[in-house]
């Protein structure tokens, strides 16, 4: 397994980030949104390097004892590598480190890629909303610390 490098987004990293969105969601991230969670106190926002090259992200907020994943992509080429799931464990250590209490997202039903790689992380379904991207519904879990 190759180890991932993991550092603070910078802002001359957007143009690779809006590349590696746009092949990855059909409904993707505006280079605005990126830009307004680099704005937000709560947000982290982290890169992933392998070879030197920018091959992922994730972004997440935490708000006192909450956190939230908001977005997690490993490109196209790199999946199916553990880097999803060392991304993760990552970020998830770094809120632990914050004394978070519980960890939430939200996921399309249809995404089960995801699905899974949320719950080998520890995630579990805690509930559904309804038609919440377009005709699919989220399922919302959650990873609680305590
Ligand atoms: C979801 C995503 C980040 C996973 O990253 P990845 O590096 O490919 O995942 P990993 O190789 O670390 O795999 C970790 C776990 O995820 C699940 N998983 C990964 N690829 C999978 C596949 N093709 N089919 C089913 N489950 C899969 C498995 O549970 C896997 O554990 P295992 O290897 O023990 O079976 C990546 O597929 C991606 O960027 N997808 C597009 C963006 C996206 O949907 N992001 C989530 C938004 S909510």
Do not use: P
Not at 9 to 26: A, P, Y
Not at 45 to 59: E, M, N, Q
């Amino acid at each position: 397994m190759e180890n991932l490098v993991i550092a603070d987004f910078n802002i001359k990293n957007i143009d690779k980030i809006l590349e590696i969105e746009k092949e990855s969601f059909s409904n993707h991230w505006s280079k605005q949104m990126f830009l307004a969670e680099t704005e937000n106190k709560f947000s982290r926002f982290k890169i992933c390097l392998a070879d030197s090259s920018i091959i992922g992200f994730i972004i997440y907020r935490i708000v006192l004892e909450e956190a939230e994943i908001l977005n997690i992509v490993i490109g196209n080429k790199f999946r199916g590598k553990s880097f999803g799931r060392q991304l993760l464990k990552y970020a998830v250590n770094n809120i632990k480190e914050n004394k978070v209490k519980n960890i939430f997202l939200e996921v399309n039903e249809r995404n089960i890629v995801a699905q899974n790689l949320y719950k080998d992380g520890g995630f579990v379904q805690y509930s559904t909303r309804q038609n919440y991207y377009g005709n699919d519904h989220a399922v919302l879990m959650k990873l609680s610390l305590c």
